[in-house]
Nanobody
């Protein structure tokens, strides 16, 4: 079972930036759409951003649109989530997951091979 690995989470002040990374080895990385999801304390896991196999199609939740950017670097088997203008509401554990070939919706129920997550805390 392939497992993805997230990194880059940290404590950051409101208005700050972070870049998260999601990587894995030994599977057909290029044939998988990748999604970023987050779970805040007491809340359900939600879709933040997803990217297609080609990288040409992306999805962002309304709450992060215009502030976050997802990208993929397939020669490094890595997908990034650049997060700017961070807000306290962005606090949570961020996970990445994959879906073979295409995705219809950026929803955690449609993705698998979850990593352990990386903690993002936005606080002054």
């Amino acid at each position: 079972q392939v497992q993805l690995v997230e990194s880059g989470g940290s404590l950051v002040q409101p208005g700050g930036s972070l870049r998260l990374s999601c990587t894995a080895s030994a599977f057909a990385w290029r044939l998988n759409a990748i999604g970023w999801f987050r779970q805040a304390p007491g809340k359900e896991r939600e879709g933040v951003s997803c990217i297609s196999t080609s990288g040409n199609a992306t999805h962002y939740s309304d709450s992060v649109k215009g502030r976050f950017t997802i990208s993929r670097e397939d020669d490094k088997n890595t997908v990034y989530l650049q997060m700017n203008s961070l807000k306290p509401d962005d606090t949570g554990v961020y996970y990445c997951a994959k879906k073979f070939l295409t995705y219809g919706r950026c929803d955690p129920d449609d993705f698998g091979s979850w990593g352990q997550g990386t903690q993002v805390t936005v606080s002054s």
